[in-house]
C-alpha cells in the first residue's frame, strides 16, 4: 500500500510539473520533464507505457520540453529514491 501511495505521489507530481512549467510568456525556455517507472519499463503496455507515450505526444505536439525516463533498480523505497537523485541530478 506505501509503494503504490509512493508511486501515485510521484506520478502526480510529475504530472502537475508538467502542466505548471508550460510556458506562456515571450520565451519559449525548454522544459525539462523526467518520468520515472514503476517496475515495468516504458513499452510494458501498462501505466508506464501510457505515461511516457503521453509525455512523447505533448512533446511532438509543442516542441518545447526534452524527456527523460529512469527506470529504478530494484523495487524498494531506497531505490526509487535513488532514481529520483539520478532525474535531479541531469545536467542542461
Known amino acids: 500500500m506505501k509503494r503504490k501511495l ?4 510521484t506520478v502526480l507530481t510529475a504530472s502537475l510539473g508538467l502542466v505548471a512549467c508550460e ?9 525539462k520533464i523526467g518520468m520515472m517507472t514503476d517496475s515495468g519499463t ?4 501498462s501505466f ?7 509525455i512523447e505526444r505533448y512533446k511532438s505536439e ?7 525516463y529512469i527506470q ?10 535513488q532514481a ?8 542542461s
Not at 516504458?42 to 503496455?45: N, T, Y
Not at 508506464?48 to 503521453?54: D, K, L, V
Not at 509543442?62 to 527523460?68: A, E, L, P
Not at 529520483?84 to 545536467?91: E, N, P, T, Y
Open 84 to 91: 529520483a537523485d539520478c532525474i535531479l541530478q541531469v545536467k
Open 42 to 45: 516504458i513499452d510494458d503496455r
Open 72 to 81: 529504478p533498480l530494484g523495487q524498494t523505497t531506497a531505490d526509487y529514491m
Open 62 to 68: 509543442h516542441q518545447t520540453i526534452t524527456t527523460q
Open 6 to 9: 509512493f508511486m501515485l505521489t
Open 23 to 31: 510556458s506562456k510568456g515571450e520565451s519559449q525556455d525548454l522544459v
Open 48 to 54: 508506464n507505457q501510457a505515461t511516457w507515450e503521453g
